[in-house]
């Protein structure tokens, strides 16, 4: 789903229903201005069950929307304040995006430079294997034919980086725990829960099934057990929120000491906790971002130098060959 686009479209839709127009009508409208084929074929499909007088809780249950839309589109129709809570939603994907976008240049940046750097190995590496050691060859002692392992030494180590990095960024299990180890990700990934959260708590969802949500949206990660955990103590009478939620690892100290600050209205907790920990995200991908640079420079330096350590080796031997002559 392209979260932009459907960030845009709540806001338009939001727009059309406090101008008095009908939904099924507005989803119709907007969906034939849609680019993303899946989402738009969803929601033509909701226009046309509501179209058939099937109500809105229900045929929203029906649609492979994202979970968190489908409850609170749900809350938004029982409360008869559906334009707001689109509104709500439109800037929670908005902001969504803003930080897929960053993480995303965050991540591409490093994938080039490594494939840049192996690609330059490669060519190093040959030229070295092929060219340079014949013309060596010919003046010392004839070198043995073949593969020789320090010329190829930084191609291989920038090879398996390259490789690892795709495997951590496109295998499901590989990514998730990436997202709870690398702190930009995981600053970001608490800003995100807070938010959702806190989405849910404005609107008038209770803490149970709002940690229930949230539960599910994070099945399998350090979160979701945690989470759980929050759950178990509700349950078990603990009301206030630093009774039922202990520091973990995926939720320190300072999460919950900044959801607590706001004491009865848990909504407004969370909320500052996402704008603290998205803030800190941010400020750790401007500080990635402004030091890969010198970084990879200074790296591929020091594979350079260590890939032709073995020629200046043999110039060497050569020179005082011909300083003892």
Not at 46 to 62: K, N, S, Y
Not at 143 to 153: D, E, I, S, V
Request: with cysteine.
């Amino acid at each position: 789903m392209k979260t932009d686009e459907f960030a845009f479209f709540n806001q338009q839709l939001a727009a059309m229903l406090r101008d008095g127009i009908p939904l099924e009508g507005a989803l119709q409208r907007l969906c034939t201005e849609m680019q993303d084929a899946p989402l738009r074929a969803e929601l033509h499909t909701l226009a046309a069950d509501l179209a058939q007088g099937v109500p809105l809780p229900e045929a929203i249950r029906r649609r492979q929307l994202p979970e968190l839309y489908r409850c609170l589109v749900a809350v938004g129709a029982q409360s008869n304040d559906l334009p707001g809570v689109l509104t709500l939603l439109a800037d929670h994907y908005q902001r969504r995006y803003h930080i897929w976008n960053r993480l995303k240049g965050l991540m591409v940046y490093p994938f080039i430079v490594l494939t840049a750097s192996l690609g330059l190995s490669l060519l190093l590496a040959y030229v070295l294997e092929e060219l340079v050691r014949p013309s060596l060859s010919l003046i010392s002692q004839p070198q043995p034919p073949g593969f020789h392992p320090a010329l190829w030494m930084s191609p291989i180590l920038l090879a398996l980086l390259l490789g690892a990095a795709i495997v951590g960024l496109t295998v499901p299990a590989a990514r998730q725990r990436l997202r709870w180890r690398v702190p930009t990700f995981r600053e970001s990934s608490l800003a995100q829960i807070a938010s959702a959260l806190a989405l849910l708590l404005r609107n008038g969802v209770a803490l149970d099934p709002a940690l229930a949500l949230v539960e599910r949206m994070e099945s399998g990660s350090r979160a979701g057990a945690e989470i759980s955990d929050w759950r178990r103590r509700l349950a078990a009478g603990r009301g206030k929120f630093l009774d039922l939620a202990q520091p973990g690892r995926a939720f320190p100290p300072l999460f919950l000491w900044l959801v607590a600050h706001g004491r009865e209205d848990l909504g407004a907790g969370f909320q500052h906790a996402a704008d603290i920990y998205q803030s800190r995200a941010n400020h750790r991908a401007e500080l990635l971002l402004y030091s890969a640079l010198p970084c990879s420079v200074l790296a591929l330096g020091l594979l350079i130098v260590m890939q032709i350590q073995p020629i200046f080796f043999e110039l060497s031997k050569i020179m005082n060959l011909l300083g003892s002559e």
